[in-house]
């Protein structure tokens, strides 16, 4: 299987190390972001397969984020981690076309087999 280019969007410094070594340990290729916007320009000049993308970040909110995604790739997958049982932002992310959400903290294997998901589900959809 071709790596996953995947990239991890969270204002949290700690939660980004962590899952890019967990990550880059099963064969992913990991960018980062810590801000929306910083996002949006990474999407702008690279290719991912898959978006992780927090909620809650200072700013621009992942909602608006995921909104400005899909509008720049609607086919790109986004899975959305909240910190907060927060059934509006779930909701409201689910709206705006989020793959999937995953309440934080996430455990590595269940963020990594949403992620597989999300791959599959995108080449499945361009095949």
Do not use: W
């Not at 299987?1 to 990550?23: G, H, P, W």
């Not at 790739?73 to 995953?102: K, R, W």
């Amino acid at each position: 299987m071709t790596k996953i280019r995947l990239l991890l969007v969270d204002d949290e410094n700690d939660f980004l190390t962590v899952y890019s070594r967990r990550f880059i340990r099963r064969n992913a290729e990991i960018d980062i972001a810590s801000s929306g916007a910083e996002a949006l320009e990474k999407v702008r000049e690279n290719a991912f397969d898959v978006v992780v993308l927090d909620v809650m970040m200072p700013g621009m909110s992942g909602i608006e984020t995921l909104r400005r995604i899909k509008a720049m790739d609607p086919s790109l997958p986004v899975i959305i981690l909240t910190g907060h049982a927060n059934s509006q932002a779930m909701m409201e992310g689910m709206d705006c076309g989020a793959f999937d959400y995953l309440l934080k903290p996430v455990g590595t294997d269940e963020l990594y087999f949403k992620v597989l998901d999300a791959v599959k589900s995108r080449r499945l959809d361009s095949a």
